[in-house]
């Protein structure tokens, strides 16, 4: 190690070779550290945003930056740079008065479609309305007549249990796992109200690249349209009591089909139809 550092282009080489090497672990390192981008038109915007405001922060970072150490080092006293003797200059005062001027408005325009974008909830194929509880979800899929409560998982309810014996590593999708998934239609505009029915919760599925608070008394209004089929999780995101930490949220996107399915299986009249499991007594067959 200190041959490496006594010799800087070793350093560098080496390090360029495991950026060579491990390609995948720095791709996933930065999607770690940056913003996800989410699945509905509707994070890709924000990912969006969110990446030409951070380009705009470099490249004036770089810029203010690069001008501070070049007049550091171009300037420094032991070149014998002197001081200038002046107090103001109208070109430099309108150049820092026009400029950031147009960098806010690069920035706005793009911010204020959005936002107008994120509010638009007309023409949407569904609604589904969301109650936060003390310490579980409860998901109406109105007009559908079509209502259940979803809390947390089984298995990870077992596991954190103080004195439980059960390893939670050993238990899959830890805190994650609810015993019922809010099921949706991909490449169907859905129409999410969120509210509660004690305590301020927040509903919240990174993938979906929004959260709402659930408040008593109030109706937040979003939505989402989702491109891929598959599962994606969240929590709730404010703290809401002792067991705030165990209200997962799991939302299956499934195709149009399926839904359908699903959607008829969960209605009053399918389940009154469905033949009753036998009964069994202890000790009897």
């Known amino acids: 190690m200190m041959r490496l550092m006594k010799r800087p282009g070793r350093l560098a080489a080496l390090c360029a070779g495991l950026l060579l090497i491990l390609p995948g672990s720095a791709n996933a390192a930065w999607d770690q550290l940056n913003l996800p981008r989410g699945v509905t038109p509707y994070s890709e915007t924000v990912y969006g945003l969110h990446m030409l405001i951070l380009w705009v922060c470099v490249v004036i970072g770089i810029g203010v930056f690069g001008a501070i150490f070049y007049s550091i080092l171009k300037f420094r006293k032991s070149q014998g740079a002197v ?15 026009i400029v950031p001027f147009i960098i806010l408005i690069v920035m706005a325009v793009p911010a204020t479609k959005a936002l107008v974008m994120m509010e638009d909830v007309t023409k949407s194929d569904l609604t589904i309305k969301v109650t936060g509880y003390q310490w579980k979800w409860q998901y109406e899929y109105l007009g559908e007549d079509v209502s259940f409560f979803s809390t947390l998982g089984q298995a990870s309810n077992k596991a954190r249990q103080l004195g439980s014996g059960v390893n939670p590593e050993g238990v899959e999708n830890y805190l994650l796992e609810v015993d019922n998934e809010i099921v949706v239609p991909v490449n ?37 349209t989702i491109k891929k089929e598959g599962v994606y999780r969240g929590q709730c995101t404010e703290l809401c009591g002792k067991d705030h930490g165990f209200m997962p949220v799991v939302l299956r996107a499934v195709s149009e089909d399926e839904f359908k399915t699903w959607l008829a299986a969960r209605k009053p009249a399918a389940a009154a139809a469905a033949p009753a499991a036998p009964v069994t007594v202890a000790g009897n067959p």
Do not use: C, M
């Not at 001081?83 to 008065?97: G, I, M, N, Y």
């Not at 169907?188 to 008593?216: C, E, M, N, Q, Y």
């Open 83 to 97: 001081a200038a003797q002046w107090h103001e200059s109208t070109t430099v005062e309108v150049l820092w008065t």
């Open 188 to 224: 169907r505009k859905i129409r999410f109200l969120t509210t509660a029915a004690d305590v301020i919760h927040s509903w919240w599925v990174p993938a979906l690249g929004w959260k709402r608070d659930a408040i008593p008394g109030y109706i937040n209004e979003s939505w989402a």
